[in-house]
């Protein structure tokens, strides 16, 4: 069962322009963990709160990661969706039954102790958006 959106993951151009612009705008200040470097995906990211979910702003550091190839050819904005699963084994398996196309099922440990893991759903059957499904149960409560 999905539930929740945890964030809206966007990507962008300059990762300190945005967060400066997005900070004011919106009142808030970054996460704790301040930027993070995910050089294992090409990407450095700030995750700003906004009331029980979060901004994911998204910078490429590699240039042939997916946020980069939509900054070339879309420009910045929406990256993706980040939606919470219970059950994350069934529902993937659902979802690949019911002919959607799983990609990059995946773990990543984010925060110390935590294995999280990650399954994706791309642009072409979700209507331009990538979708991610994260497995409520591998988070820390903290970050739930």
């Not at 879309?74 to 990256?79: Q, Y």
């Amino acid at each position: 069962m999905f539930t929740k959106v945890d964030h809206i993951g966007v990507v962008v151009k300059d990762l300190d322009a945005a967060t400066a612009r997005y900070v004011d705008m919106f009142q808030t200040k970054p996460w704790d963990l301040g930027v993070l470097s995910l050089t294992d995906i090409g990407v450095k990211v700030v995750l700003l709160p906004i009331g029980n979910t979060y901004i994911e702003l998204i910078e490429p550091i590699a240039a042939d990661c997916p946020a980069a190839v939509q900054l070339r050819e879309r420009g910045e904005g929406i990256f993706h969706l980040s939606i919470f699963c219970e059950d994350f084994d069934r529902e993937v398996e659902r979802l690949k039954k019911s002919g959607y196309n799983v990609e990059m099922e995946t773990t990543r440990q984010l925060f110390p102790g935590h294995t999280l893991q990650f399954a994706w759903l791309l642009p072409p059957d979700t209507h331009g958006v990538r979708v991610e499904v994260v497995n409520i149960d591998s988070m820390p409560s903290f970050a739930r």
